[in-house]
């Protein structure tokens, strides 16, 4: 290889959207699969798009299907490194901008994960080469190894936000003489994880999606991944809160840092951020629709989240009264979806819309949620 026929460009560094790559490790109950969808949520707010949510912990993860919008992938036996990568690129194909894959402990640990495939390999390399298992272990290593070490390295290349949960366990070291060392709640999986993780939360036992970001033993310590950029996020006056829908936001707001939006997405969202009244809402709503069809797709998302930022700051009324004064009428999902099956014109579902997601306090019922997206796409496309 002729080194000096290489040609390399140098560029001023900039800040470029990138996706994230996210790990959340605690044992039974502690909320990992809550915490990730909330966390997904919260990011979809702002990137748009779908979550796919890969599940190996046979459809538990539909529990939540009446709290959450997420598409469902149900990922069974073989859990082998390869498997799981064809899992996630089928989400990626399908257009995913979110994808939770809960858990990814199975790839190490599961049917057809790696210890299993080196447990497998082991016997037959002992057999091939006529030798003992016990020889044929180190050998035994290199396929399922570079199995995963594949999955990781395609994983880092997708530009899409990726949240990992994994299962913890409490583990000691066997020092031979000495007392057993505790290593507190140690991760199920690989080490070669650990190292990849743009962040890595550990929540503890009964802890309800609250992250712990100290610990006694170092071994727990090491496994917490907190970098500068996200500390604001987490620590402060945020530190030992429940990670929500808006940890997701702030998170996906960092990640999309370096897209420079369209002179009309900041003007909108400084206005909806000043938005204090339905009347203001409703123009800015207008103004926005008048605006749309030109603007980017990461301007939009923008747009769209402070949109709803800014309806949700308004559907929190004082003395039980909304923003113009009078009482709120009392909806319930079918009263909803009636009222958004009845709008003739676009005008008329972004007013509904307004109302509805008011009342709800921007907690809208999934049926709701998709019956405004049916009506809206048929108005878009001249079918009513």
Aim: aromatic share 8%; hydrophobic share 40%; charged share 30%.
């Amino acid at each position: 290889m002729n080194a000096e026929a290489r040609a390399f460009d140098v560029k001023p560094a900039v800040r470029e959207a990138v996706g994230l790559l996210i790990g959340i490790v605690g044992p039974s109950s502690s909320g990992k699969t809550y915490t990730a969808l909330r966390l997904a949520s919260g990011m979809r707010r702002i990137v748009g798009g779908e979550i796919d949510f890969v599940d190996t912990e046979n459809r538990r993860a539909l529990y939540y299907a009446d709290k959450f919008r997420f598409n469902h992938l149900n990922f069974t036996k073989p859990f082998s490194p390869l498997d799981y990568l064809e899992a996630i690129r089928h989400c990626v194909k399908r257009g995913a901008k979110t994808i939770v894959v809960d858990s990814a402990s199975h790839e190490h640990e599961g049917p057809g994960g790696v210890l299993e495939w080196h447990a497998e390999e082991t016997k037959r390399v002992a057999a091939q080469w006529k030798t003992s298992e016990e020889k044929a272990q180190m050998a035994a290593w290199g396929p399922p190894k570079a199995a995963r070490r594949r999955l990781i390295n395609e994983v880092l290349q997708m530009n899409v936000n990726l949240i990992f949960t994994f299962r913890a366990k409490e583990k000691i070291k066997i020092v031979t003489g000495k007392n057993p060392i505790p290593l507190g709640w140690q991760p199920i999986c690989g080490e070669e994880f650990m190292y990849e993780f743009a962040l890595q939360i550990l929540l503890p036992p009964g802890s309800e999606g609250r992250p712990r970001w100290n610990s006694d033993m170092e071994s727990e310590r090491a496994i917490m991944k907190l970098p500068s950029q996200f500390r604001d996020i987490f620590l402060g006056e945020n530190d030992g809160k429940q990670l929500d829908e808006r940890t997701g936001e702030r998170l996906a707001e960092w990640a999309a840092g370096g897209v420079k939006l369209a002179p009309q997405a900041v003007e909108l969202i400084a206005e909806f951020a000043k938005c204090e009244d339905e009347k203001a809402y409703k123009a800015l709503e207008a103004k926005r629709a008048a605006a749309w069809k030109a603007m980017p797709p990461e301007s939009k998302q923008r747009v769209k989240a402070a949109s709803e930022a800014a309806l949700e700051r308004l559907a929190k009324p004082s003395n039980g009264t909304d923003a113009g004064g009078g009482l709120r009428p009392a909806f319930t999902s079918e009263s909803a979806v009636k009222l958004i099956r009845e709008c003739k014109t676009e005008e008329d579902l972004r007013a509904a819309r307004a109302e509805i997601w008011g009342e709800f306090n921007g907690d809208v019922p999934i049926d709701v949620e998709a019956s405004w997206n049916d009506r809206a796409e048929a108005l878009k496309q001249g079918e009513l």
